[in-house]
């Protein structure tokens, strides 16, 4: 966790390593924006990003390099049932973000639990671009 990586210095959240396989570099980003006005929609982000913006830029970058590249929404919200990104309120991460699944970057949600001890991911959800 926390690896330094990419021409702009981020940490990635999760690398995961294999000798035969290519480097897999996970970015997970908390869901937690939902849609008053329409039922189960979440968003992401809820403010202008521009951490998450380079983030989308390094794991483009890695994707071009021919490492594997996902973002992880990991939705906190029991409300949401399904994410998209948040082109209202970060119309530069919005644009991002689809520049990162043309160059083949893996978008994957999931509901979490979450305990005092653990946040288990249950239940994969659709992603609207």
């Given at each position: 966790?926390?690896?330094k990586?990419?021409?702009?210095?981020?940490?990635?959240?999760?690398?995961?390593?294999?000798?035969?396989?290519?480097?897999?570099?996970i970015?997970?980003?908390?869901?937690?924006?939902?849609?008053?006005h329409?039922?189960?929609?979440?968003?992401?982000?809820?403010?202008?990003?521009?951490?998450?913006?380079?983030?989308?830029?390094?794991?483009?970058?890695v994707?071009?390099?021919?490492d594997?590249?996902?973002?992880?929404?990991?939705?906190?919200?029991?409300?949401?049932?399904?994410?998209?990104?948040?082109?209202?309120?970060?119309?530069?991460?919005?644009?991002?973000?689809?520049?990162?699944?043309?160059?083949?970057?893996?978008?994957?949600?999931?509901?979490?639990?979450?305990?005092?001890?653990?946040?288990?991911?249950?239940?994969?959800?659709?992603?609207?671009?």
């Amino acid at each position: 966790t926390e690896v330094k990586y990419g021409s702009e210095n981020s940490r990635i959240d999760i690398l995961l390593n294999s000798k035969s396989r290519p480097n897999c570099y996970i970015e997970v980003k908390s869901v937690t924006l939902l849609d008053d006005h329409v039922e189960g929609q979440g968003y992401f982000p809820d403010a202008v990003t521009t951490r998450g913006q380079k983030h989308l830029r390094e794991l483009s970058e890695v994707r071009q390099n021919g490492d594997r590249a996902v973002l992880l929404f990991t939705v906190l919200h029991s409300g949401i049932e399904k994410v998209s990104a948040a082109h209202h309120i970060d119309a530069k991460y919005s644009q991002l973000l689809k520049t990162a699944l043309e160059q083949g970057v893996e978008v994957l949600c999931y509901k979490a639990e979450l305990s005092d001890t653990e946040m288990r991911l249950v239940k994969a959800i659709e992603f609207i671009d």
